[in-house]
């Protein structure tokens, strides 16, 4: 994997066991301790950007009173044992609904085709398997690699949703550097929120 792919997955803690390996297996090898969380982002309906916190400010309203924000406690829930409604999960997994003899074999059989994926993912020739790099239970419900990438230094990242799963609504996020790049560490929540403090 490139540089920036290795310093974003140390920023993020993570580690991956075989660096030395193909990019599959590397992308399976890939370990976080921990959900990734999303960086806030200001929306137009919140300009704080901590919507995204919704899910914790309603399972622990003690961590917001009248509108005094308890930074420690939120950023304890956010990055804790509990999985939050908006967080990805890294548990990498390969799926080859192309791939005769795979148990997904057959999978996307007339919601999409094959040319029309390898089309989208620019994968002209080879085998049409994909890595899992996140799940969530918010939309997008999954982020994939095509083990055929181009790319394998840093791959492109697409997203899909349970809803329309690779059939429609398959959109590149960018590449595996700018996707782990989206996601912030506490220490970077903490700074975020202090800059929102009055």
Do not use: C
């Not at 590397?26 to 309906?45: G, I, T, V, Y």
């Not at 590449?175 to 989206?182: I, K, P, Q, T």
């Amino acid at each position: 994997m490139e540089r920036q792919v290795l310093e974003q997955i140390a920023r993020l803690g993570g580690e991956t066991g075989l660096p030395g390996g193909t990019m599959t297996e590397q992308l399976m090898s890939l370990r976080f301790d921990h959900a990734l969380q999303k960086r806030p982002e200001p929306l137009p309906w919140d300009s704080s950007g901590l919507d995204i916190f919704r899910p914790v400010f309603e399972a622990h309203p003690e961590i917001e009173i009248d509108g005094n924000l308890d930074t420690e406690a939120l950023i304890g829930h956010v990055f804790g044992p509990e999985e939050l409604y908006n967080q990805v999960r890294y548990v990498p997994r390969i799926f080859a609904p192309f791939t005769e003899g795979d148990p997904m074999f057959g999978e996307l059989e007339g919601l999409v085709t094959e040319d029309a994926l390898r089309r989208t993912f620019s994968v002209p020739e080879g085998p049409l398997e994909f890595v899992f790099v996140g799940t969530s239970d918010s939309f997008p419900n999954y982020y994939v690699v095509a083990t055929g990438d181009q790319s394998p230094g840093n791959p492109s990242v697409f997203q899909t949703d349970h809803e329309t799963f690779f059939w429609t609504d398959v959109d590149r996020v960018g590449s595996f550097a700018d996707y782990l790049a989206g996601f912030t560490t506490a220490d970077e929540l903490r700074a975020y929120l202090g800059s929102q403090q009055p």
